[in-house]
């Protein structure tokens, strides 16, 4: 089974989710629990925006012990130097240098010509290799550059000893068949490729973050970056617990595994949730509290007789207890009956029929009956029997 290793950065691009701003005791208590998760690299900030984010990512590369602690950098010097500060004490430090490739990001935001591009990212690799054996280049913006340019960067970062070379679809414009033929592109056509991993980093501004990291996994990317909870700059980083059970769910299809450990995701995401203040939406994929929910009857009866009929993975798998089979107006009768039970309530077939048809005029007014309605109502029977 292919290892595919995860690049987390939920303390970097999931802190510049607008309104986030994590503090040092609070990155720290994440990268903690990001190590149980089991990533096998962690970006913790951006050392030359503040001193307070140098701080904690000093703060974070002393405390992780397993992990390989990231900065990242621009490709500047005074960036480069920042990282170096930060990441003093880390077992394993990494240094993250970027700069954008696309004609938009050149023409307005750089006003670089593209051999300008080339020779300033160039010499920030060249000199980040003074002080760092691990180093990670991003091309920002990948997925708008034009793909002969984008071949001709990474293969100079490949020739001044990158380990890493990351693809970012920064903008979440690409679809799964274009970002997934970018890698193929890339396999095929650098010289040397092999000599660095290929990592994806996609952001989900059209809610292809997942799709697209796993077509880059099925097209050769050996890592894949992203965040817990898919936090993150506008509508977020792809979330690295949908790749992990989208990888776990169908190992017959994509024959590649992360390293994480499952059971830590339901914690990592409550973690990361309390601490950033952004709220898990119910409907979220693998951690929303919907996830392994069921309200229909027709659902309720099949996980009743037997839960593969709806759910494809278990929530125990990711560190939760049980489904819920939640009762409301769509609910039938066999999860009324197998509710009464778990309330210690064993009825005849004719009062379990009454109860029902009470159950289902409250049903219509509520959006959840809850056991404490439950309770109620079947007081009410029983007084009336
Ligand atoms: O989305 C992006 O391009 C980034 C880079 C800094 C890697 O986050
Ligand atoms: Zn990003």
């Not at 802190?15 to 503090?23: A, H």
């Not at 952001?203 to 992203?226: K, R, S, V, Y």
């Not at 409550?270 to 979220?284: A, D, E, Q, W």
Request: proline share 3%; aromatic share 6%; with cysteine.
């Amino acid at each position: 089974m292919r290892k595919i290793y995860v690049f987390d950065t939920t303390l970097r691009d999931g802190e510049q989710s607008p309104g986030v701003n994590l503090n040092t005791r609070e990155k720290v208590e994440i990268a903690h629990q990001l190590e149980r998760l089991g990533i096998d690299r962690m970006e913790a900030g951006f050392p030359a925006a503040s001193p307070g984010d140098l701080a904690a990512v000093n703060a974070v590369a002393r405390a992780v012990k397993d992990v390989t602690v990231i900065g990242l950098s621009r490709s500047r010097e005074h960036d480069i130097d920042a990282v170096r500060e930060a990441l003093q004490g880390a077992q394993d430090p990494c240094i993250h240098v970027f700069l954008a490739t696309s004609p938009i990001h050149r023409k307005f935001k750089l006003r670089m010509e593209k051999e300008q591009v080339l020779e300033t990212a160039q010499a920030a690799i060249r000199y980040a290799k003074k002080y760092f054996s691990k180093i990670e280049f991003s091309l920002e913006d990948a997925g708008r550059t034009e793909l002969d340019f984008m071949a001709e960067v990474v293969g100079m970062a490949v020739r001044e000893g990158a380990k890493v070379v990351n693809i970012p679809d920064t903008v979440g414009y690409l679809n799964p068949a274009e970002y997934g033929a970018i890698f193929k592109y890339l396999k095929e056509n650098v010289p040397d490729i092999e000599k660095v991993q290929l990592s994806a980093h996609c952001h989900n501004d059209l809610g292809m973050a997942t799709a697209n990291t796993l077509a880059a996994i099925l097209n050769g990317a050996d890592q894949i970056e992203g965040t817990v909870n898919g936090i993150g700059e506008r509508a977020g980083n792809t979330a690295i617990e949908e790749v992990a059970m989208a990888l776990e769910t169908r190992q017959d299809f994509f024959q590649a595994k992360t390293g994480l450990v499952l059971t830590e995701i339901a914690r990592s995401s409550r973690l990361v949730s309390k601490l950033t203040g952004m709220v898990v939406p119910g409907n979220k994929a693998v951690v929303g509290a919907n996830a392994f929910a069921h309200e229909s009857g027709i659902h309720q009866d099949g996980m009743l007789k037997e839960k593969t009929t709806y759910e494809i993975m278990t929530p125990e798998s990711i560190g939760l207890k049980e489904s819920k089979l939640v009762l409301g107006k769509h609910s039938g009768r066999h999860a009324f009956r197998e509710k009464l039970l778990e309330l210690g309530y064993e009825l005849s077939e004719v009062q379990v029929n009454e109860a029902f048809v009470k159950f289902k005029v409250l049903a219509d007014k509520k959006k959840e009956v809850s056991d404490e309605d439950l309770l109620a109502l079947l007081e009410e029977k029983l007084v009336d029997t």
